[in-house]
């Protein structure tokens, strides 16, 4: 990116600076961001891991965070039993009581509900990561979840929604999330759009999990098709910790998800499926880092991509398997389906193995449709229209089908069909 944005990026932070709250993130750790990524500079694609990701939204960019919306907007049904907190524009805006006695949870703004958890402070140094440093900069609010270990599991719903078109501003969802040794959390997060804005969201999530911790978390990024998103994750894994994390990502014009997991404890394990599907001009790019230090850590990922029209779909898996990690076992999974002349998939498995006594396998593919199970679809009968459509959804569903949330799944799945426009195609299926 040209010296003229990064001038304009650190003239927008000025201009606002003095108003973003301390209690959300201090003054000179924002000045510390802010000045780590002008010396890193913003990504460009000439950068292997960015290299299939629509950065040029970012030239466009208003940067300084957008005023909270006047009202809420219209809010899908909620899942029983999860206590649901609501983000307008990374602003909370709503938040039920909670019940939960093990189970803490506040607006990193406003201090409600209890304490925040304690957490390490550091800028994120990871290069993929760097867009986390916007966050660390331009923060206004942001959910602080401790979970302590207690007999029921809690289960929470984060629903963080655009609101304002990106020439008003841009919205910064954040989250830090601890689990103390043993217990464990499921966690629904979605992010949605208000209307057809062309937002510009930047998000940012933590998680620290203890040994024995668990997780179970479920991500749907579902914003409009004229929305600029980019997300971060990162996760730190101590002995025996497992992390769940499914995500599903239908939306956004641009969308950019990165997510460095650190496998720091022995016993340690994390899966990841992770489904995508672009149609017309959309932009989907996933980057995972699986970061193996201890001994005996285990690392899943699978992916499921489909692009249609003239989108671009893209996942890339690394796994690095350092020194101290003896007795790693990884597997991946990656698969692209094109559908249609003027797309593209894009699977990439990295492995970077520094030690012995490891298995570590992986496997990617990217094609068109089995022609052999559309052979066999259309001699049973069916239309050429309808069987392409069976076979694509149960592509996907390798990745939804493990939603252990029946309520949750059903609801992914007719969203899925909807926007494939199939959904009356597959309503036999979605009962």
Partial sequence: MSNALLARLRDEYGAVRDALPDSVIGGERRLEAIEALCAQGLPTTREENWRYANLRVLERARFS????????ADLPAPLAGFTRFVFLDG?????????????????????????????????????????ALLNEAFATDGAAIRVKREAAVPQIELLFIACAPAQAGASYPRVQLSIEAGARLTLVERHLSAGDAASLVNGALRVDLAEGARLDHYRLQQTSTRTAWFDTVEATLAQDARYSLIAVSPGALAARSTVHIRLAGPGAEVALSAAALGDRQQSLDTYV?????????????IFRGIASGRARVAF?????????????????????LLAGPEAEIDVRPQLEIYTDEVRCSHGATAGKLDENMLFYLLSRGLEPEVAQRLLKWAFLEDVVSRIELPALRRRIEHELAGQMSELASLKELLR
């Fill in 289 to 301: 880092l699986s970061e193996h230090l201890a001994p005996r850590t285990r690392t899943e990922q």
């Fill in 65 to 72: 965070p957008c005023a909270s919306p006047a009202g809420m």
């Fill in 316 to 336: 890339n898996g690394k796994i690095a398997v350092r020194e101290s990690a003896r007795g790693t076992d990884s597997r991946q999974s990656l698969r692209g």
């Fill in 91 to 131: 602003v909370l805006a709503m938040g039920e009581p909670v019940q939960h006695a093990g189970l803490g949870v506040r607006s990193l703004r406003s201090g409600a509900q209890g304490p925040a958890p304690s957490m390490p402070q550091r800028i994120p140094a990871l290069p993929e990561a760097r867009l």
